[in-house]
C-alpha cells in the first residue's frame, strides 16, 4: 500500500464518524504488520468499546516487537472486563510465549469468568506445556465454559498426563463438554483416550459421536505414521 493510502487510513482513524473509523481499521487487513500497528494504536483508547475491541484484536494477528507489552498491559490494567479478555484472546493469536505469565495471572487474578476464560484458550494456543497445572485446575471450575476452554486447551498443549483427569467428563450433562473432550482427545494418544473415544462415538448427540469419530481417526493415522 502506498503512502498516501496509509496517509489517507490515518486520517479516516481521526474521524468523528465510528463507522469511518471502523471502516479504516478493517482496511489494516492487508497491510503489514509494521505498517498497521502505529495506525492500529491510534484508536486503542477510542470512546467506543467496539472499536477498541477491534483494535486489540489487530494487534494479535500483526505481531511487531510492539504488541506484546501494549496486549499485556492492556490485559492486567484495563478497567474494562471485556477489553481484558480481548486482550487475553489477542495474546493467544501472537503466540508470544512470554505471554504465560500474564495468561496465568489473569487465569488465577482476574475477577471475570469471561477473562478468565480467554485466558484459558490462549493458555492452549500458546501450546505451552507449563500451563498444564492451571488447566486441570480449570477442570473444577464451577463455570462450565471454563471446564470446556480447559478441556480443549489440555489437548493443544497435548498433556497426555491429563487424560485421567479429563476421563470423567465422558459421562457429562452437557454435550458441549462432551464435544469438547472427544476433541481433545483426538491429540492424547493414549489406550484410555481411545476407549473412550470409542464409547463416545456411540454418543446420543451427533455432534460428539462425530468429534469422536474423527479423533478415532486421527489417533488411527498417528499410529500408522510411527
Request: glycine fraction near 4%; proline fraction near 5%; charged fraction near 25%.
Amino acid at each position: 500500500m502506498t503512502v498516501p493510502q496509509l496517509q489517507e487510513i490515518s486520517s479516516q482513524l481521526e474521524s468523528p464518524n465510528l463507522r469511518d473509523r471502523m471502516v479504516a481499521l478493517a482496511n489494516l487487513r492487508h497491510i503489514p504488520a509494521e505498517d498497521a500497528v502505529p495506525l492500529i494504536k491510534k484508536v486503542l483508547d477510542d470512546e467506543s468499546l467496539q472499536l477498541r475491541s477491534m483494535a486489540i484484536f489487530a494487534l494479535g494477528i500483526k505481531p511487531t516487537t510492539e504488541c506484546y507489552p501494549i496486549l499485556a498491559n492492556i490485559l492486567e490494567n484495563d478497567p474494562d472486563y471485556g477489553m481484558r479478555a480481548d486482550a487475553a484472546g489477542a495474546l493467544g493469536y501472537l503466540g508470544d510465549t512470554r505471554a504465560f505469565e500474564v495468561l496465568a495471572r489473569a487465569f488465577y487474578e482476574d475477577t471475570d469468568w469471561l477473562v478468565r476464560f480467554s485466558a484459558a484458550v490462549s493458555l492452549g494456543n500458546l501450546k505451552d506445556p507449563r500451563a498444564s497445572k492451571i488447566l486441570i485446575q480449570a477442570l473444577d471450575s464451577p463455570e462450565v465454559v471454563l471446564q470446556q476452554a480447559a478441556i480443549s486447551a489440555l489437548g493443544e498443549i497435548q498433556d497426555i498426563d491429563s487424560v485421567d483427569n479429563l476421563l470423567r467428563f465422558a459421562q457429562s450433562d452437557d454435550w458441549l463438554v462432551r464435544q469438547r473432550l472427544a476433541e481433545s482427545l483426538g491429540h492424547l494418544p493414549t489406550d484410555k483416550s481411545v476407549s473412550a473415544l470409542k464409547y463416545l462415538a456411540k454418543d446420543s448427540h451427533p455432534h460428539v459421536a462425530e468429534a469422536a469419530q474423527i479423533s478415532l481417526t486421527r489417533l488411527e493415522q498417528r499410529d500408522n505414521q510411527v
